[in-house]
């Protein structure tokens, strides 16, 4: 028998409670990822995300390599390549952190919830960061969520896992189909994936980019420095929260504007607190969360909404705001809000017509 660890949204070796609960459980394992062609062709979706993906596992791998553990790659959705493994191997349990993913793989993780029950296989889903599920109300929330985030961090022992080896058929029949050719561009402008940048990032911005942290956090071309720029390393998991949290309390002395480092931590609370609602509140993904709003704009003009996505509406920094993050992946806060603002009010369209495109076009 063996354990599948399966990796999604957390593609790091260090602070992964999944990945260390599997060692200890002794059992050899098996390393899992999963480009799923149901979540890549999403409307959410775009190769960037996937690159940085495909980066993030090269640099796990390169990681991996000292201890003979490789991570098993495979180009299908869940469903099928777990139905089949569970077919033909003996698995017992299945680790992996909660995902407060979109509609597509809530629905996914239920039908995989009833497989895995069938089959007799333990499912055991590790909490990230400060999301708590199945939360009915939110009072007391923040403390706990401090709690959790300076709890100790949960390194596996890399040195003790014992790597399950897939018989070569079944690594055949599980692989799927070529991965896309475009998983090993790397376009210029955007930021690579991996814990090795993250943590480059992390480092840079506490020993001297968070210097200019408040003063230019909304002005659009200095923010692209002064800002930590970690958002797609905690996207995808490179860092975790609780990681970037405790690494920035600790080098607190080395912070001269102490206001600074308060409101860099205090946006990443802002961030699981945001995820939390989604979590509790999913229907926001297509609905507006005041039904006051519900006809208040429903028809879509696509030749506005065609020049918004294209930065032609002849408005300058809505336009340069859009081509801007076609081009890298990001921008800042206020960068973010503005295009959004202007979609909404300025040309009146419903949000639902332009978070799609907007979400293809984020990095994190
Ligand atoms: C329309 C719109 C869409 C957005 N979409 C995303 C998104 O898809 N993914 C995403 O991570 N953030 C999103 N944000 C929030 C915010 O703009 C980005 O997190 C931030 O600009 C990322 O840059 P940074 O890592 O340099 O942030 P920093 O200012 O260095 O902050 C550190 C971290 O705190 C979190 N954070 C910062 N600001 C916010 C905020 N306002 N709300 C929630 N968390 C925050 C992020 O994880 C960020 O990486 C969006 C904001 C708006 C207005």
New binding site residues.
């Given amino acids: 028998m063996f354990n599948v660890v399966w990796f999604k949204r957390d593609l790091r070796l260090r602070d992964h409670a999944p990945l260390q609960a599997a060692v200890r459980d002794g059992l050899p394992v098996l390393l899992v990822y999963l480009f799923e062609p149901a979540v890549l062709a999403h409307y959410d979706s775009n190769p960037r995300h996937w690159r940085f993906v495909w980066q993030s596992l090269q640099d796990m791998q390169q990681q991996l390599t000292p201890y003979q553990q490789t991570i098993f790659i495979a180009n299908q959705n869940a469903f099928p390549f777990f139905e089949q493994l569970l077919l033909k191997q003996a698995v017992h349990s299945v680790y992996s952190h909660e995902e407060t993913g979109v509609r597509l793989t809530f629905d996914r993780d239920l039908q995989l919830k009833r497989l895995f029950l069938n089959r007799g296989v333990l499912w055991r889903e590790f909490p990230q960061s400060g999301i708590r599920r199945g939360l009915s109300h939110r009072a007391g929330w923040k403390d706990q969520w401090f709690d959790q985030i300076r709890a100790p961090l949960q390194h596996p022992e890399l040195a003790a896992l014992k790597s399950f080896a897939l018989p070569e058929a079944a690594q055949r029949a599980l692989a799927g189909p070529p991965l896309p050719a475009f998983l090993s561009e790397q376009p210029e402008g955007f930021q690579p994936g991996g814990e090795t940048s993250g943590w480059r990032y992390l480092h840079t911005f506490m020993e001297k980019r968070i210097e200019g942290y408040l003063r230019q956090?909304s002005r659009p071309a200095q923010s692209r420095r002064s800002?930590?720029?970690?958002?797609p390393y905690?996207?995808w998991g490179n860092l975790s929260v609780r990681q970037v949290f405790q690494f920035a309390e600790k080098q607190a002395g080395m912070v001269g504007n102490k206001r600074n480092l308060e409101q860099?931590l205090s946006?990443?609370r802002?961030?699981d607190h945001?995820i939390q609602k989604f979590e509790s509140e999913c229907r926001m993904e297509f609905e507006n969360i005041n039904p006051a709003f519900n006809h208040l704009r429903t028809e879509v003009d696509e030749r506005l909404l065609q020049a918004w996505k294209d930065g032609q509406t002849g408005f300058p920094l809505v336009d340069a705001c859009m081509r801007c993050v076609k081009a890298t992946g990001y921008l800042?806060?206020r960068m973010?809000?503005l295009p959004?603002s202007f979609l909404t009010h300025t040309l009146w369209q419903p949000w639902q017509a332009g978070a799609g495109f907007?979400?293809q076009q984020?990095l994190?």
């Fill in positions: 956090i800002c930590s720029r970690l958002s905690l996207a860099f946006r990443l802002w961030r945001f800042n806060f973010r809000a959004v907007l979400a984020f994190d």
